[in-house]
């Protein structure tokens, strides 16, 4: 199905609603981490016609920030601007929630989820070194490239 056109949900799961974990799965390999933050997070998804094409999941980072934890659209969607959609109504949900900023964390080796978040208007604003050598059991290759340090990705709202 081409996307273009069609009208997306940007739709809020309850604390009981079912959780999509191939979705979830996709951008945090680790379950153990996926359930841990999902106690204290809101998960959105984006929905069309009853499909859900993507997740987002939104954790206080501080009184001020809100992280985005985990960020996935389903595979045969990708590259249709659902991720685009997802961030921009994480941004919009931060606003309405008067939050300073927003930030996201990925891999050096994540070279599309690098360009995207800077075309969205995030700026690099830290490095966690070794934070996938030291936290995930099996080593992790994108692109070729190892993922060892973490990108940390903030923008700051109005
Ligand atoms: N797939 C998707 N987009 C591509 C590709 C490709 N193979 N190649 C290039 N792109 C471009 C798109 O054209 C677009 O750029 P443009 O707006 O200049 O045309 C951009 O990259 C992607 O934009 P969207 O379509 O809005 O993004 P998408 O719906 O594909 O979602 C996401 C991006 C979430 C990273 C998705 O690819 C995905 O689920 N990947 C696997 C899981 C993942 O890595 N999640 C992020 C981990 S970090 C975290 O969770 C905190």
Known sequence: MNLKYQKLYFKKLG????????????ADPSKKMVDEYLTRSEVFI???KKYTLGIIVLCPLTKETLEIKNLAVSPVFQGQGVGSFLINNAIKFANSTQQKSICIGTANSSILQIYLYQKLGFELSGIKKGFFTENYPEPIYENGIQAIDMLVFEKILK
């Open 15 to 26: 604390k009981k609603d079912i959780k999509p974990y191939d979705l979830l799965l996709l």
């Open 46 to 48: 984006a929905e069309h």
